[in-house]
């Protein structure tokens, strides 16, 4: 039976303090069911533990660029030095058993009247963002469900066939990005994600604050860039 009300996390990127605390909320809000839309690894220095816990609390698991890049290096050529770097760390620090679980994942997963997808449905394998009217053109051309729960670009937002906007609706199609749970790049530092009711069609941005300052020494303790670390503390 598909889930009726669930919980939308995304771009994790390592960081199990965010992770922690977002499925502490979840919890409290009683939702039971939790999907991921990927890039659950990159960029954090604890790719390894949210790899399981993910695993472990997520019912649908997609694969985000990041992770991809985590198992083929040659992914990350189009990435920013930063990002290279985090890919070769994490490849180097994820073991087999993870590598392997990734190596399964797909980058979509349709599931009734929602879609879910990393970054654009519009040729997911080739990582669109969804950040303006423009990017949603191709978007909406190139899926039929009346909504599609995206992450990737760690900037919520929604857009309806007619623009952004500020709710969905119970008529009309709409893409949400639910935003990010690790490394949010809006201006908050607060994570970010999302929950579903299909019951009443009704969507709520939830953003939470957490220990950011561990996350972040972690990252620098890695030996990971120390830009990585900085951005935490303001969200981009």
Request: with cysteine; proline share 4%.
């Amino acid at each position: 039976m598909e889930p009726k009300r669930f919980a939308i996390i995304s771009d994790i990127h390592g960081n199990l303090e965010a992770l922690t605390r977002a499925l502490e909320v979840i919890d409290n809000e009683r939702v039971e069911h939790i999907v991921c839309l990927g890039d659950t690894v990159g960029y954090g220095a604890n790719p390894v533990e949210c790899l399981k816990l993910v695993r472990s609390r997520c019912s649908i698991i997609l694969l985000g660029n990041h992770d991809a890049a985590s198992i083929d290096l040659a992914v990350a050529n189009q990435f920013t030095l930063n990002a290279q770097l985090s890919a070769i760390w994490t490849f180097g620090a994820l073991d087999e058993e993870s590598k392997t679980f990734l190596h399964t994942l797909e980058p979509t997963h349709p599931l009734g009247n929602v879609l879910l997808s990393h970054g654009s449905p519009y040729e997911p394998d080739e990582w669109h963002y969804v950040i303006s009217e423009f990017d949603t053109r191709e978007a909406f051309h190139a899926f039929t469900e009346r909504i599609c729960f995206v992450g990737h670009s760690h900037i919520p937002i929604i857009f309806s066939e007619r623009g952004e906007t500020k709710a969905i609706a119970d008529t009309g199609r709409f893409i949400v990005n639910v935003g990010s749970i690790g490394q949010p790049r809006d201006g908050n530092p607060n994570l970010s994600f999302g929950i579903f009711d299909e019951r009443d069609w009704s969507y709520r941005n939830l953003r939470v604050e957490y220990d950011f300052k561990t996350a972040a020494k972690k990252i620098r303790d890695a030996g990971l860039p120390r830009a990585l670390a900085d951005r935490l503390a303001i969200g981009m």
